[in-house]
T-cell receptor, first 118, second 114 residues
Framework: AQTVTQSQPEMSVQEAETVTLSCTYD???????LFWYKQPPSRQMILVIR??????QNATENRFSVNFQKAAKSFSLKISDSQLGDTAMYFC???????????????FGQGTTLQVKP | DAGVTQSPTHLIKTRGQHVTLRCSPI?????VSWYQQVLGQGPQFIFQ???????GRGNFPDRFSARQFPNYSSELNVNALLLGDSALYLC?????????????FGEGSRLTVL
């Protein structure tokens, strides 16, 4: 069974600085997808960034980038130039590839609460 | 365009009662998933439906059931409520069944069981 672990329950960062959120996962699959989702206090979960395991290149979306280490089963999220609006809970999630019997199920980590301070 | 909408947003029930939660996906999305998020934890997968058929089920007891209607909206039903069922129930939709397309979440229904 797949598991996702986020070992940092809470983190804080000063506005305009950079912060990295950690995520490790366990799977025997070779092809899969990894995601970072953001859940602001209003509760609606929003996709931040997605990485496909077969792609070597790390995904980047504006101020958000990932460090994907497949062998180490590590998938960290880096937020550059942190903004007050980045304050939220962040979840790392795993999904099997469609060829591995993917039912569309996302497996989430426990989450990291990020506080951006002015 | 409207996002994923869920109702009710908040509700309080007592142990042993039944609850029905409703979800309307984004227009054009044919797949609906349900997740349970207990306070302070990550969401746990309950069900996925596509074209009115169940395509996946998480590790939840038979007290949990769901269905999808011809207009792709969905209901989640929970019978014989327990205190441990208190949680935020999230509905999410995507265009395809197991597509890698983005999963869009609603704001959730907060269920409190007393």
């Amino acid at each position: 069974a797949q598991t996702v672990t986020q070992s940092q329950p809470e983190m804080s960062v000063q506005e305009a600085e950079t912060v990295t959120l950690s995520c490790t996962y366990d799977t025997s699959e070779n092809n899969y997808y990894l995601f970072w989702y953001k859940q602001p206090p209003s509760r609606q979960m929003i996709l931040v960034i997605r990485q496909e395991a077969y792609k070597q290149q790390n995904a980047t979306e504006n101020r958000f980038s990932v460090n994907f280490q497949k062998a180490a089963k590590s998938f960290s999220l880096k937020i550059s130039d942190s903004q007050l609006g980045d304050t939220a809970m962040y979840f790392c999630a795993f999904m099997k590839h469609v060829r591995s019997g993917n039912t569309g199920k996302l497996i989430f980590g426990q989450g990291t609460t990020l506080q951006v301070k002015p | 365009d409207a996002g994923v909408t869920q109702s009710p947003t908040h509700l309080i029930k007592t142990r042993g009662q039944h609850v029905t939660l409703r979800c309307s996906p984004i227009s054009g999305h044919k797949s609906v998933s349900w997740y349970q998020q207990v306070l302070g934890q990550g969401p746990q997968f309950i069900f996925q439906y596509y074209e009115k058929e169940e395509r996946g089920r998480g590790n939840f007891p038979d007290r949990f059931s769901a269905r999808q209607f011809p207009n792709y909206s969905s209901e989640l039903n929970v019978n014989a409520l327990l205190l441990g069922d208190s949680a935020l129930y999230l509905c999410a939709s995507r265009w395809g069944s197991v597509a890698t397309g983005e999963l869009f979440f609603g704001e959730g229904s907060r269920l409190t069981v007393l």
